[in-house]
């Protein structure tokens, strides 16, 4: 697909933007027409997903253009209402694609779910259910396996088992964990089944095989999915020429270094890094949304990962090699995410959003998802430690002051422009601007 029917994409209307999509393959015309009739979720098929429906909420979804992972390009739909997020992935995609582009690597794809019992408190059982635990691995397996059968013809399955025990406040707590391999699907629905089975099953069993007398020695307290999904990795990273960073006034060797010092204090000091994870997420949730896949699950997933070694840091780092002159950049975390299954095939944008991206498979989504990410970081990075990330944040901020104070079309850049160059960026200041273009509109 040629780069140049993506040329000024942002500034041609709603309808023009649809028709590229349709000329280029990507959407079909029924679904452009779909678009321009306004049509998406109705408040019937709402009143079916959740309760007390009084209507839907609608935020914009746009796309991402300049996305390259492992030499392919995408297309790559965004659900935010951030005005800098979609602007950001564009162009630090650009800039990525003058170096390596975003190589990406699903590193391993398994749901984690746990089964808890609890027991008394005491070292020599600890030790007896640890053994159980080792002991038994096939046969639990063979309970989650007969609990939910459908997933073993398209390969799935679980596939490991792992036991752990906690001390607290003299109660101990007994976990089964179980990696399951879900296919397409995030799979939360199917992990709860095989995990309530084993739960069921294995406290009867440790309680025949590890109780003195009558009396049983566990209790099964739950069975859950994990969102602590850190058997579900994506790892993805890029090499950018530091000449592709510069600012004016500051060479791009500087900028370089600089967004690698920024990535260090992420490593150390956690209101940076929480900050410096956010920035990852604004791209990351925003793709997750639009794909119908559960953003909270995600969020969840990423900040338990970022702090794995026992301090919060910074998800993705960068470095710069002053020989070669390059930054290079790394981000690795959980991507527990689905192609089937929950909100996907019912949400009419999530369907959309399946035709943009090519109907991939998820192992490949995650990777797509996992450069988005990258890509937000280098673009906050970048400004951060070069102009500021005010500047352009308050160009953005004007806009919707803009249509805030009831600018329409053609108004709310004419408005922005003005206010930006003003030292006042609120709603009195844009009400007053606003006043006078109107004015100066209806003198001529």
């Given at each position: ?56 909420y ?76 080792d ?100 790892r ?18 500087l900028?370089a ?34 794909t119908?896949n ?49 909100s ?73 422009s003005?206010?930006?160059?003003s ?7 844009a ?14």
């Amino acid at each position: 697909m040629s780069k140049k029917i993506w040329r000024h994409f942002h500034k041609k209307t709603l309808a023009e933007r649809w028709q590229v999509l349709e000329e280029a393959g990507i959407l079909a015309a029924e679904t452009c027409q779909a678009l321009a009739e306004r049509e998406g979720m109705s408040l019937e098929m709402a009143d079916q997903m959740i309760e007390n429906v009084i209507t839907t909420y609608q935020i914009p979804m746009g796309l991402s253009l300049n996305l390259k992972v492992n030499d392919r390009a995408y297309i790559v739909p965004m659900v935010t209402e951030e005005p800098s997020v979609v602007a950001a992935s564009n162009f630090a995609g650009q800039i990525v694609n003058a170096g390596s582009g975003f190589q990406a690597e699903v590193i391993s794809r398994l749901m984690t779910g746990q089964v808890c019992l609890t027991g008394p408190d005491n070292v020599d059982l600890e030790a007896a259910f640890t053994d159980w635990v080792d002991n038994h691995q096939e046969e639990i397996l063979d309970w989650a396996k007969s609990a939910y059968p459908a997933i073993l013809k398209y390969g799935g399955g679980p596939r490991a088992v792992r036991s752990a025990y906690y001390s607290y406040q003299g109660r101990g707590f007994y976990l089964i964990y179980l990696d399951v391999d879900t296919q397409e699907a995030m799979g939360a629905n199917m992990m709860n089944t095989m995990l309530e089975a084993v739960k069921e099953q294995s406290c009867l069993a440790l309680n025949q095989a590890l109780a003195e007398d009558e009396a049983p020695l566990f209790d099964p307290l739950m069975a859950i999915l994990s969102n602590h999904a850190d058997q579900c990795l994506v790892r993805v990273q890029c090499e950018i020429p530091a000449r592709k960073l510069s600012r004016p006034g500051l060479a791009g060797s500087l900028v370089a270094q600089r967004i690698a010092y920024a990535s260090d204090l992420a490593q150390v000091d956690p209101y940076r890094a929480a900050t410096h994870n956010k920035g990852i997420m604004n791209g990351i949730d925003a793709v997750v949304l639009a794909t119908g896949n559960d953003w909270r699950a995600i969020e969840a997933g990423a900040h338990s990962y970022a702090v794995k070694d026992g301090a919060y840091r910074g998800l993705a780092t960068w470095s710069y090699d002053e020989d070669k002159e390059t930054l290079h950049g790394q981000l690795c975390l959980p991507l527990a995410v689905g192609t089937v299954g929950g909100s996907i095939g019912i949400h009419p944008q999530a369907k959309l959003s399946q035709d943009s991206l090519g109907h991939l498979p998820a192992q490949e989504l995650m990777q797509v998802i996992a450069a988005i990410g990258l890509a937000q970081n280098l673009a906050a990075l970048r400004a951060l430690v070069s102009e500021g990330i005010q500047s352009g944040h308050m160009a953005l901020h004007a806009r919707s002051i803009a249509i805030q104070v009831g600018a329409e079309g053609e108004e709310v850049a004419q408005l922005a422009s003005a206010l930006a160059d003003s030292s006042t960026i609120n709603q009195e200041k844009a009400r007053e601007l606003l006043a006078e273009l109107r004015q100066d509109k209806s003198d001529h």
